[in-house]
């Protein structure tokens, strides 16, 4: 790194290469998807540390999704080349970071060392037996509590009752991993240096996302004109207004610092500029404010009658790009380009939903086809019971007391005696993580409780963890939750959401109808300017071919919708799209035939 040619530099271009060289002071970089912004920012990582300009330690760098932290990583990894420095690197989602500051402050809050963590389905539970009240008024009193911690409500007296109860069960909840760093870096000033002095750089990415109580600790964690925070974000990519973020952190970056860098990239990488242009054109924008790379294909566009029916075209659509039959014939005169030759594998497509009660149609329609698929973002196996309840019990075993544990035990219904607790504490003790579970097992569930597939799954997680707190506290991040492996040959299915930041040559994104997207279907609110940069988001994500789909009709979990074209899709220029229409086809698809592609 240190001799690298500075203009070919981790392979930026000029304009991401003076946002790389700015290395001391605050720095905003702001531009469109897929200029390199993410790029830019690991390239900066990889500068100051090639360069020893910094010390890989004093750097952290946030992101929303374990996902994207683990991009990261990956990306670090394979720029910079000594693989102990890349480690010591702190990459993190906002809360592994507050968790980790928790675990050196914990003390200050009244927790032992041993506090667990109750994740967002444990809460309505503590909060129905506290108050005695039924689970709907919980889950409501819930995230009233949620809003009070992140900073956008006053506390009221149930809350100082919710936190004396959090204080008994020596516990915190995931909004405290952000709102209790941000209590202790506002109140102490010792801890506050200390971190300081740990941290000189700071980057963030997905800048847009960020919300009050996150953007309130980034500003304790760089509160100086000279700070050096670089912030990287997209205002039309901002999409979780409705978890209390808010795009205004951008302009407000340059006013907190006054003298900071403003870096504008204008190139995208990923998109052709067919898909830029018909994005732009669904945020009503002229079409040219980014360079795409080449001309491309027409966005595919296509009306069917049902949902499994549109379910079935994109299944079909997939094996047919990855070099099975033809289904359909294109609507369109010319067609610009050679699709064929881009999708080599299942890994480079991706199907991208605006709820994930849509899955359950596309799985369908995929498992018919013998496509294999990765769900991202859905709750995993290890969240729901009869594993919620097992890792409630470690979570009680890792409690001061049998006393204290006991709240535990009567929330989850497990009759645990005082004489077991101390003997399940001294095997934690005594056994490795897996072993211990092993015999947790044994002792308290019946051998029918598990799926063996996925007690296996279980515990093979267990078994790369260095300990059960690390376990546990991994299990309640929700790590896993938005795990996507890109190697996987496989078609990825998620939401929209969970697309931020990742790319594909290929894009589906069914359910182009007004309801679904903008979204409305079970609420009367809705901010459409988000709905729209959801789905620019979503069609950013395409480097050269996207799909976009509706159904005149189709049924969501058991009720039948009847919706209109989304209104999104008129925006976009007609030149820039082609409409496929089903070939009337005779035979039957062939089963063998199907078979032979994938297996
Ligand atoms: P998003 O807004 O969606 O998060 P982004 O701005 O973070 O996008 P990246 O993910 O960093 O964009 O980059 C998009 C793609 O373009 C990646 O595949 C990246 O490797 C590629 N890319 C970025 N800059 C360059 C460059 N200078 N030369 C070649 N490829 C590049
Ligand atoms: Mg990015």
């Given at each position: ?289 980014l360079e795409g790379l080449t001309e491309g294909v027409q966005v595919s566009i296509s009306e ?185 040959e496989a078609v990825s299915l998620m939401t929209l959401h969970a697309s931020k930041g990742l ?84 035979k039957p698809v062939e089963k063998d035939n199907q078979l032979s592609l994938f297996d």
């Amino acid at each position: 790194v240190k001799n690298a040619d500075e203009k070919t530099f981790a392979g930026l271009n000029p304009e991401q290469f003076a946002a790389v060289e700015q290395t001391e002071g605050p720095s905003l970089i702001i531009a469109g998807p897929g200029t390199g912004k993410t790029k830019t920012l690991t390239g900066k990582i990889a500068w100051l540390v090639g360069n020893h300009m910094a010390r890989p330690e004093e750097i952290l760098a946030i992101t929303f999704t374990n996902k994207a932290a683990d991009e990261l990583r990956e990306r670090l990894e394979s720029l910079i080349k000594n693989k102990t420095k890349a480690n010591e690197i702190t990459v993190a989602t906002f809360h592994a970071f507050g968790l980790s500051v928790l675990k050196e402050f914990y003390h200050r809050f009244q927790r032992s060392e041993n506090f667990i963590l109750i994740d967002e389905a444990l809460r309505p539970d503590i909060i129905r037996s506290l108050f005695n009240i039924k689970s709907g008024e919980a889950k409501k009193l819930a995230s009233e509590i949620s809003e009070i911690k992140n900073g956008t409500k006053p506390e009221t007296p149930s809350f100082e009752k919710y936190e004396e109860e959090l204080q008994k069960l020596d516990a915190f909840d995931l909004d405290d991993l952000i709102a209790k760093p941000l209590q202790l870096f506002t109140e102490n000033e010792d801890a506050r240096a200390l971190y300081h002095q740990r941290f000189s750089y700071i980057f963030v990415d997905e800048y847009q996302d960020t919300n009050h109580a996150q953007y309130q600790l980034l500003r304790q964690l760089a509160p100086y004109a000279t700070s050096n925070l670089c912030v990287v974000g997209d205002a039309n990519q901002s999409v979780y207004g409705f978890r209390g973020a808010n795009a205004t952190y951008i302009q407000r970056f340059a006013e907190d610092y006054p003298g900071a860098g403003v870096f504008r990239l204008t190139r995208s990488y990923r998109c052709s500029q067919t898909i830029l242009s018909a994005s732009a054109n669904v945020l009503n924008h002229d079409s040219g404010f980014l360079e795409g790379l080449t001309e491309g294909v027409q966005v595919s566009i296509s009306e069917q009658p049902t949902g499994a029916a549109e379910a079935e075209f994109i299944a079909r659509q997939v094996v047919e790009l990855v070099g099975g039959v033809s289904f359909f014939s294109i609507d369109s005169e010319v067609t610009k380009g050679d699709k064929n030759d881009t999708i080599g594998s299942l890994s480079d497509l991706a199907i991208l939903c605006r709820t994930r009660n849509q899955f359950e149609a596309i799985t369908k329609a995929l498992r018919d086809h013998h496509v294999p698929y990765q769900e991202v973002g859905t709750i995993p196996f290890f969240r729901e019971e009869p594993f919620r309840s097992f890792t409630g019990l470690l979570e009680a075993f890792s409690m001061k007391s049998y006393k204290q544990a006991l709240p535990l035990f009567s929330l989850k219904k497990q009759t645990v005696t005082d004489s077991q607790f101390e003997w399940a504490q001294q095997k934690m003790l005594e056994l490795k993580p897996v072993l211990f579970i092993e015999w947790v097992k044994k002792q308290f569930f019946s051998k029918e409780t598990f799926k063996e597939a996925e007690w296996e799954r279980f515990c093979i997680l267990a078994g790369e963890m260095d300990s059960l707190r690390a376990f546990l506290d991994f299990l309640a991040l929700g790590a896993g939750a938005d795990m996507h492996n890109h190697r996987m040959e496989a078609v990825s299915l998620m939401t929209l959401h969970a697309s931020k930041g990742l790319e594909f040559e290929c894009v589906f994104i069914p359910g182009c109808e007004k309801g679904l997207l903008p979204y409305n279907l079970y609420k009367t609110e809705v901010d459409v300017d988000e709905e729209k940069r959801l789905l620019y988001v979503g069609m950013t994500r395409a480097k050269k071919l996207l799909y976009l789909t509706s159904a005149r009709s189709r049924t969501l979990r058991g009720r039948r919708f009847q919706l209109p074209k989304s209104p999104f899709l008129q925006s976009i220029q007609q030149e820039l799209i082609q409409q496929i229409k089903n070939k009337p086809h005779k035979k039957p698809v062939e089963k063998d035939n199907q078979l032979s592609l994938f297996d």
